[in-house]
T-cell receptor
Framework: DAMVIQNPRYQVTQFGKPVTLSCSQT?????MYWYQQKSSQAPKLLFH???????NEADTPDNFQSRRPNTSFCFLDIRSPGLGDAAMYLC???????????FGSGTRLTVV | GQQLNQSPQSMFIQEGEDVSMNCTSS?????WLWYKQDPGEGPVLLIA?????ELTSNGRLTAQFGITRKDSFLNISASIPSDVGIYFC????????????FGKGTRLSVIA
């Protein structure tokens, strides 16, 4: 089945230790998104790629970076995780326009 | 920026009851999307609405795109325990290829 896969499902990292979350898709969608979701809150957009074009949200901290080496893969790098970065990180894809998103199952990040 | 207001924030209902929740905005939206998020998972698209006045069903779920284009509601008939989760409304925050903005969600609990 075509899908969006996030790895790992659970990630524990130390305060200040760089961590990378990955997302892959078999849908061949143009657009890939990274959202941060804290407990009982709406998903908050960090950035998105339309094909290779990177679009950063104005309020996304510099601590968060992203790479999209090809259509299928997208990575979220957190350079120096703080306790406040503990959250669920959701990857989503779409064909663009008003097309609905397909979300992965998320990676729950714990910072210790 | 555009914001989506969902109500109620949470609701507890008996199994078998019908449920209604809504989403409003001070801005016009051209697309309304309803997602459900199970605990520990990514959101899943339930219904997409593309035209003012449109009424669309998906099994026991029915959603409508308000005539003013500033609101939408989601109804669930004859609720069952697996309806438990958080229901988010979402819409593109602009025209063209712009990301979705999400409401804060309605948390539904079903008492057997």
């Amino acid at each position: 089945d075509a899908m969006v896969i996030q790895n790992p499902r659970y990630q524990v990292t130390q305060f200040g230790k760089p961590v990378t979350l990955s997302c892959s898709q078999t849908l061949n969608h143009n657009v890939m998104y990274w959202y941060q979701q804290k407990s009982s809150q709406a998903p908050k957009l960090l950035f998105h790629y339309y094909d290779k074009d990177f679009n950063n949200e104005a309020d996304t901290p510099d601590n968060f970076q992203s790479r999209r080496p090809n259509t299928s893969f997208c990575f979220l790098d957190i350079r120096s995780p703080g306790l406040g970065d503990a959250a669920m990180y959701l990857c989503a894809t779409s064909r663009g326009g008003t097309d609905g998103y397909t979300f992965g199952s998320g990676t729950r990040l714990t910072v210790v | 920026g555009q914001q989506l207001n969902q109500s109620p924030q949470s609701m507890f209902i008996q199994e078998g009851e019908d449920v209604s929740m809504n989403c409003t905005s001070s801005s016009i939206f051209n697309t309304w999307l309803w997602y459900k998020q199970d605990p520990g998972e990514g959101p899943v698209l339930l219904i997409a609405l593309y035209k003012a006045g449109e009424l669309t069903s998906n099994g026991r779920l029915t959603a409508q795109f308000g005539i003013t284009r500033k609101d939408s509601f989601l109804n669930i008939s004859a609720s069952i325990p697996s309806d438990v989760g958080i229901y988010f409304c979402a819409g593109p925050r602009g025209s063209g290829n712009t990301p979705l903005v999400f409401g804060k969600g309605t948390r539904l609990s079903v008492i057997a």
